[in-house]
């Protein structure tokens, strides 16, 4: 079941044209109709014919550069305004933290704008009534929730912000770059409470800059660029196309000291489309496939092994076991910002271990020619079951040069039959009353 | 635009506090607090006695004494309705954070000026009924039965009007500016100052065009002539005048609202 549905969304905004400024009623009554005069003759296009689902129960990003139609898209969904061809559909009811604590008022209490935004937000005064506690609690403001808004601090505000709007027990909640609020501890609480959503089974979109956020919280991400829908389905792949087309602007801007062409980038999977409404299309089905290789390439990982205790390349590894898998690097020109990653996968798709030569505090020195980069794991303390690998070389703020997605398989066997994913070195120790053998 | 009235009315609990708010925000910090609202109304009644009974005695009919008092209850309705309008001329700009941001029904912004308007209409009746009490003016008691049925008529045409120069100003800022001037020229449209039966035949008949010559003439009768109240007609001509504006008003606002949050 879709909890959301956008088919094919244009928003036009209307922009401020030099004759408007003296459009007056009294010309716009003296010229005829008032509400021709309401008509833009000067537009700007801010979503082009945008479509995509939301299904129930999942987290959704939208990232995109500033400027490029999410709080648009957010703001139609929430149904702040409405488009002007297309059509939205929302199951169910929608909170929207758009921007926290718009309603309040300065001058009184914060008990009673508490009362006031949760009205607004569609509760009845006795639900508000029976969720006080809980909404005070979690902002922190219990010894000040009677004190007037204007003398609590932009942190305090927007705490009681989200609170409330949290407390609206949403169906649908619609996020827009809300979470730098509050401090470290308060942003830990707020990410709690979203993972509690998703448990719910509720559906959360998320517009956001921050990208780490995305590949951490959300199953689907969307990457919206200029009102056009360019890419869509697994996370870590819109990112990445994301990223790439930003190094490649910022490039392009640097293209007077002319160091290096644009044309070398070469992108193999995330080929954007040109079209937005990108739901029937079946070659998109292949793009949202979550495995691929992308990348700019000036870097290129040509073979991937993992070598075990045998000392050949396999696939298939005892728990425990030591193995070394080694990157085969070729730089095609000689690169000074690198890092090499790996990452391990379940083959329900869940990050069993990621690191890179970054996160290690490797600091990169100079890559050219062929390289050979190994990663050893002593000991493989992994269940039984079917992994797959991450290999990266990239550059330290993520910028792929050559990605490989879930390329690579390989298999842990375990005489035992434990569940989870990691298996960490063990013993059991009995005293007293309790006798057992075999261990 | 019915759905539109429903989720109005599902939005009362809403009204209520913001109005509640408005109030209470409106005389935080100052020191005589909620004494205001009954200070305002009484400083007024005083400067209109003095103009009429120092400054120009004999100005108006001698059936007419005290004539303070007699302008008092035109001014108390109309300062309602002047100040009604020009705050919610004000109101959806001054809510625009609210309108961008969240969503709910942006009619309820004017209307919450209205209402407080009503609140302080009613706050400052004491003072008026004190005044009558002293000046030993007759009272009607079948009057009192008459008075919250002019009230409610007010307030219909005053949500009608505040509705509509609320979206016309967020497209237009001129509406606000031109309001304060009509609402001038208004006043002095209004038999409030003077009796209507003071007006030349034919201006008469033009007073009679203006909706609020028949509440201000029915405010005086209810309140000041003595004897039972005789105006229904022109009441029930004002109340029909009233619902056609409310619903022309509540149209041109439901035809405007989708534009309201882009153009705030």
Redesign the interface.
């Known amino acids: 079941m879709n909890a959301i549905e956008v088919r094919d969304v244009h928003k036009v905004y209307r922009r401020y044209a030099r004759r408007k400024q003296f459009a007056t009623l009294k010309s716009a009554l003296l010229s005829g109709s008032v509400l021709h005069d309401l008509r833009p003759d000067a537009v700007f296009e801010a979503l082009k014919g945008v479509s995509f689902d939301v299904t129930a129960g999942r987290t959704f990003g939208i990232i995109g550069r500033n400027g490029s139609g999410k709080s648009t898209m957010l703001k139609l969904i929430a149904g702040i305004g409405k488009p002007n061809a297309g059509s939205i559909r929302v199951a169910g009811r929608v909170s929207a933290l758009i921007e926290l604590g718009a309603g309040f008022h300065p001058e009184i209490s914060g008990r009673e704008n508490v009362y006031i935004n949760g009205l607004m937000l569609g509760l009845s005064r006795r639900e508000i009534a029976k969720r006080f506690d809980e909404i005070v609690h979690f902002a922190e403001l219990e010894e000040f929730i009677d004190a007037p808004v204007k003398t609590y601090s932009s942190g305090m505000y927007m705490r009681l912000g989200f609170a409330v709007a949290i407390n609206v027990d949403p169906d649908v909640l619609l996020v827009d770059e809300v979470l730098a609020v509050g401090d470290e501890s308060f942003t830990h609480k707020c990410l709690d409470k979203f993972a509690e959503f998703r448990r719910r089974g509720r559906t959360v979109l998320l517009v956001t800059h921050s990208l780490d956020l995305v590949t951490r919280f959300c199953d689907e991400a969307l990457w919206l660029d200029a009102g056009v829908a360019r890419t869509h389905g697994d996370p870590r792949r819109v990112i990445d196309a994301y990223l790439m087309d930003v190094a490649r602007a910022e490039n392009d801007a640097l293209a007077t000291t002319g160091n290096q062409d644009p044309g070398s980038w070469i992108r193999e999977a995330p080929e954007p489309t040109d079209s937005g409404s990108s739901i029937p299309d079946p070659a998109l089905d292949l793009f949202k496939a979550a495995e691929g290789r992308w990348g700019s390439r000036e870097a290129e990982i040509t073979a991937v092994e993992m070598i075990g205790a045998s000392g050949q390349p396999a696939h298939l590894f005892q728990s425990g076991e030591h193995v070394d898998i080694r990157l085969h690097v070729r730089a095609n020109q000689r690169i000074s910002d690198f890092a090499f990653g790996i990452g391990i996968f379940n083959a329900e798709g869940t990050c069993c271990y990621g690191t890179n030569t970054a996160i290690d505090g490797g600091a990169p020195g100079e890559l050219t020619g062929e390289g050979l980069v190994i990663f050893t794991i002593d000991a493989l303390n992994l269940v039984d079951g079917t992994y797959k690998l991450d290999v990266a070389v990239h550059r330290q703020d993520g910028v792929p040069y050559d990605y490989h997605r879930l390329l690579h398989t390989f298999r842990v066997k375990s005489p035992r039959k434990e569940v989870g994913i990691f298996r960490p070195p063990h013993r059991w120790s009995f005293s007293g009353g309790i006798r057992m053998s075999g261990l | 635009m019915l759905a539109s009235l429903r989720t109005l009315v599902r939005?009362r609990?809403?009204i209520q506090?913001?109005v509640a708010?408005e109030l209470?925000?409106r005389y935080?910090?100052s020191a005589l607090g909620f004494v205001w609202s009954f200070v305002n109304p009484l400083l007024l009644l005083l400067i209109y006695t003095f103009v009429f009974t120092v400054v120009m005695p004999g100005a108006h009919p001698p059936e007419l004494e005290p004539f303070a008092l007699f302008m008092f209850c035109g001014i108390l309705p109309w300062t309602w309705f002047s100040s009604s309008l020009l705050e919610s001329a004000n109101a959806l700009i001054a809510g625009g954070?609210?309108?961008?941001?969240?969503?709910?029904p942006a009619e309820v912004l004017p209307i919450v000026s209205v209402l407080a308007g009503l609140v302080h209409f009613c706050l400052g009746l004491p003072i008026l009924a004190a005044f009558l009490i002293y000046y030993r003016v007759p009272l009607w008691p079948s009057d009192l039965l008459w008075f919250p049925l002019i009230v409610l008529t007010q307030l219909v045409l005053t949500i009608g009007l505040a509705l509509f120069v609320s979206a016309?100003t967020v497209?237009?800022r001129?509406?606000r500016d031109?309001l304060a001037n009509l609402l001038t020229l208004w006043f002095f449209a209004t038999p409030i100052i003077y009796p209507i039966t003071q007006a030349p035949g034919r201006v008469q008949r033009l007073l009679n065009l203006n909706p609020f010559t028949h509440l201000a003439i029915a405010y005086q009768e209810v309140l000041f002539r003595p004897g039972p109240f005789t105006q229904v007609n022109r009441l029930i001509a004002v109340g029909l005048a009233s619902i056609v504006v409310f619903l022309a008003g509540y149209f041109v606002f439901d035809?405007?609202r989708?534009?309201l949050?882009?153009e705030v």
């Open positions: 939005y609990a809403l506090s913001l708010r209470k925000a935080r910090g954070n609210l309108i961008k941001k969240v969503l709910f016309l497209h237009f001129d509406v031109l035809r405007l989708d534009t949050a882009e």
